[in-house]
């Protein structure tokens, strides 16, 4: 399933593949979201993705996430957003906020003029807290990069949420307080339990 509706958004499904592995992932416990079966058997190209979504706007808004993390997909994001875009779009993106240290470069002012909104997996209040719940491949290094990448995301996209799950060890208030910080919104994701 490439794009699946839930509420008034439509969610785009661009890739399974992700450098973390989080305690808490829906990827562990489901198949998929809503009923629908997220596993894909490959990758979309940016033409099927378009062509998945249709009449853009007929939704509030069109959200790359995953059942992954959407921008190691990062020119498919472009691609795809800029013409949904075109077409009247409001995109959003879902992220760890990895892709920097991903790809090794700056990608956030790519996203520019073509991602309204993202929204960013902080889920901890520091390094080491993070790397226990989400176990990213770049170890320690993952938390300083996402929040270099908030940073860079509130110079370059309109709105920029940082999130969390509402986990017991978590400590919201700090995590709120980094978003401020940074010049971000803040919200609280519900867990999903198994
Ligand atoms: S970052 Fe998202 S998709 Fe990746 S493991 Fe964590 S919860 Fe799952």
């Avoid at 997996?121 to 520091?126: D, G, I, P």
């Amino acid at each position: 399933m490439i794009a699946y509706r839930l509420g008034n958004s439509l969610y785009l499904n661009v890739t399974n593949r992700c450098t973390n592995s989080c305690e808490f992932c829906i990827r562990k416990i489901a198949d998929g979201v809503g009923g629908y079966n997220l596993w894909l058997e490959r990758e979309p190209a940016a033409d099927e993705v378009v062509d998945a979504v249709g009449d853009p706007t007929r939704y509030d808004e069109i959200v790359f996430c995953g059942y992954g993390e959407p921008l190691v997909r990062l020119d498919v994001v472009k691609d795809a957003g800029r013409r949904l875009k075109e077409r009247g779009a409001r995109i959003r993106v879902d992220t760890n906020g990895q892709a920097n240290l991903f790809f090794g470069r700056n990608v956030v002012p790519e996203l520019e003029g073509i991602v309204d909104a993202i929204s960013i997996s902080l889920n901890a209040e520091n390094a080491e807290k993070y790397v226990k719940l989400c176990n990213p491949v770049f170890g320690e290094r993952a938390y300083y990069a996402i929040l270099e990448f908030a940073r860079e995301a509130v110079k370059h996209i309109p709105r920029v949420t940082l999130t969390v799950v509402d986990l017991p060890e978590v400590d919201l208030k700090a995590c709120e307080d980094i978003a401020r910080s940074i010049g971000a919104g803040f919200r609280v994701r519900h867990h999903i339990r198994s």
